[in-house]
């Protein structure tokens, strides 16, 4: 009220321009959509997402040698594969999420006391994953650098899941990759033991 001019800019901005800065992972456009915009999309992202990386592993099991006719999509569709891979990716994914929680938890109880709270900060992590939909054109476009550019897509989807939880719980850089890591720690951990039990990741 004071200086007459709103506390968020981004108020004034064009979405696209907002996007823009999001991909570039401004604190400034995060704290935006995360507290000034009314985007509830969250649930149907983090599914699509999952489908995404689920297609990509199933993709990644399939013999290249094979002839993959576009007609057969509605065959594919129905493996039982492409089911299991979802299954994984979500439990792997939940498991990333839980160890966030808990360094967090352990760390700042403070911060996760109310039920508002935690569930603000599960929509950013859910939101701030949307660069895993970059997974479709590294599919699409495959070529000799793909496992570069799925290793790049996995870390621009942590610094975003850091700057998420640095904007809404308002910490500094430090703790949100220490929760990260601890994260990345019981997702690996998930898959080592898949891997034991025998399943293909």
């Known amino acids: 009220k004071s200086c007459q001019k709103p506390v968020d800019k981004y108020i004034e901005y064009d979405p696209v321009i907002i996007l823009i800065n999001a991909i570039l992972c401004k604190a400034q456009a995060y704290r935006h959509i995360l507290f000034n915009t009314k985007i509830n999309i969250h649930g149907k992202l983090c599914i699509f997402c999952l489908l995404c990386e689920a297609y990509l592993r199933w993709l990644q099991l399939q013999d290249s040698s094979q002839n993959i006719d576009p007609d057969d999509l509605i065959r594919y569709a129905k493996e039982w594969d492409f089911y299991r891979m979802f299954g994984i990716a979500s439990l792997e994914q939940t498991s990333f999420l839980v160890g966030i929680f808990i360094t967090l938890w352990w760390m700042r109880p403070e911060m996760l006391k109310t039920k508002s709270n935690f569930i603000l900060l599960l929509k950013a992590l859910l939101l701030s994953s949307y ?51 601890f994260g990345l720690i019981l997702e690996n951990g998930v898959v080592c033991l898949f891997q034991k039990m025998g399943w293909d990741v």
């Open 131 to 181: 660069g895993k939909l970059l997974l479709i054109p590294a599919v699409i476009w495959e070529h000799d650098y793909t496992p570069l550019c799925l290793a790049f897509i996995k870390v621009f989807v942590l610094i975003s899941n850091s700057q998420a939880i640095r904007v809404t719980l308002n910490l500094n850089r430090m703790l949100p990759w220490l929760a990260i890591f």
